[in-house]
């Protein structure tokens, strides 16, 4: 993940301990079993990287489209990313059966949607986002932890996040409510001087500063993409385009130029009927990927096509799962720009409020 030399083959007995070095001190509380999930997720994701080998017996796995407010949190491989699983709850009666609704729904190889996108994106009239402010943005989710061999799911879960706009390297990257608690967003393992401001970390002047030709954009993300051992490198940007646009606030003539691009990535097909972790119902973008039988769909409301959130699902049978089988899904609720971390955003201050974003309160 990051640009180290990766350690040498330790023995059984030290593994654990050499690893535990590389994490930050400790939390002065406890989380709940289901709160790490992610955690023991994104730390394996680093092992089998260092080590340079595929996971045994299954199939090369590639990174799940992550909610809007995690993207970049995701991406950087921080704790405290949303912690949740599929199943019964408030919003849902679990994802299988919307899922395997939005497998079946008519799909075009067409970048008519993306056009309307990137017209409404050009049309929209945002302030810039200073270097000292914090993007703002709550969302609802969850996903299916895949640890036991099978893809096990659990209730929606809720999640605040400030992320620093900061432009240098910075040792903490913001902060997220969850669960009643608040805790930091610390730099990737091994970055200990910190992580810059990037396709990692994408504050507003780094985005603004994009190129906003698609095809030059495309280059750019493509050189600066981290791909897996065997991964589908259409997908790895479908999936870095669709972090981009739902981790944070986005100036216009960027946006405007990444659903451009994702226009030109092979595979990128409409569907008619897509929904998000609340079961809201709206016009999709999606890509299968043949390398893990998945498909990632970003969903958008059919009136303002407005980003409503995105899912992540099986398109066949598979040994973790069956064809539908929900591995991860977000619905983004409210999105801001606030002067303090920890502070929500006044009315002036918010760019976007999805509906239903007072039920999930």
């Known amino acids: 993940m990051n640009d180290v030399t990766p350690p040498r083959p330790l023995p059984e007995h030290t593994e654990t301990d050499a690893l535990a070095r590389l994490l930050p001190a400790p939390a002065e509380w406890d989380l709940p079993d289901g709160r790490h999930l992610h955690h023991k997720d994104i730390l394996m994701q680093q092992i089998d990287h260092d080590r340079a080998a595929p996971a045994p017996a299954a199939p090369a796995r590639r990174r799940l489209l992550r909610p809007a407010v995690l993207a970049p949190v995701a991406a950087l491989a921080l704790a ?164 981009l646009i739902q981790g944070q606030v986005m100036p216009p003539s960027t946006g405007a130029a990444l659903y451009r691009a994702a226009a030109r990535i092979p595979g990128v097909i409409e569907v008619d009927e897509a929904t998000d972790a609340l079961g809201r119902h709206g016009l999709g973008i999606a890509r299968d990927d043949a390398h893990s039988t998945e498909r990632s769909v970003w969903v958008f409301d059919e009136r303002t096509l407005a980003f409503l959130g995105s899912r992540t699902f099986f398109t066949e049978d598979t040994p973790m799962g069956p064809t539908g089988t929900l591995l991860y899904s977000t619905a983004v609720l409210e999105q801001g720009v606030v002067d303090k971390e920890g502070r929500r955003p006044t009315p002036d201050q918010v760019r976007l409020v999805t509906d239903d974003a007072t039920a999930a309160s």
Request: with cysteine.
């Open 80 to 243: 405290g990313a949303l912690t949740a699983g599929l199943g019964a709850g408030p919003f849902g009666n679990g994802g299988a059966e919307q899922t395997r609704a939005d497998s079946g729904t008519s799909a075009r190889h067409s970048v008519a949607l993306l056009d309307r996108l990137s017209a409404v994106a050009l049309a929209t009239d945002a302030d810039p986002v200073r270097d000292d402010q914090f993007v703002y943005v709550k969302s609802i989710g969850r996903s299916a932890d895949e640890t036991s061999g099978k893809a096990v799911t659990g209730p929606l879960e809720p999640q605040e996040v400030w992320l620093s706009q900061v432009q240098g390297r910075v040792k903490r990257l913001g902060t997220f409510r969850e669960g009643g608690e608040t805790l930091p967003i610390n730099a990737a393992l091994g970055e200990t001087e910190g992580t810059a401001a990037g396709i990692d970390r994408p504050t507003y002047r780094w985005l603004a500063a994009l190129p906003t030709d698609p095809d030059e954009l495309l280059a750019y993300l493509a050189a600066r993409t981290r791909y897996e051992k065997g991964e589908d490198h259409d997908q790895a940007l479908f999936d870095c385009i669709g972090g």
